[in-house]
């Protein structure tokens, strides 16, 4: 990927709107239609919290299991997705750059 932030969020963010998704390792984040996103911006975190249309996370281990975001957070070092009816998935940013890392 580019070193570029913006050109990675870009990258991420049109991956993500795809048919395939983006995918990262067993981690597959995936929107089929546009979202309406509520963006909260603190002094320590971003928070985008999605109320329609919300992207799914499908984690494949043995099994694959879906699942609703409710929100991502943004902090300093890392992230976290917030998905409805399971624990929340923290992520490393450095992980976006490693396609084979295992969530």
């Known amino acids: 990927m580019n070193d570029n ?3 990675k969020i870009h990258s991420i963010i049109s991956q993500i709107m795809s048919e395939d998704g983006f995918q990262n390792g067993s981690l597959c984040i995936k929107c ?5 996103v509520i963006l909260n911006v603190s002094e320590h975190e ?3 919290i999605f109320n ?3 992207p799914v996370v499908k984690i494949t281990k043995f099994v694959t ?3 609703d975001i409710s ?3 943004l902090g300093q070092d890392h992230g976290m997705i917030i998905v409805d009816k399971f624990p929340d998935v923290p992520f490393e940013y450095e992980w976006l750059n490693n396609e084979n890392h295992d969530a």
């Open 5 to 7: 932030p913006i050109a």
């Open 32 to 36: 089929e239609n546009n979202l309406d």
């Open 46 to 48: 971003i928070k985008l």
């Open 52 to 54: 329609n249309n919300k």
């Open 65 to 67: 299991l879906s699942f």
């Open 71 to 73: 929100a991502i957070v």
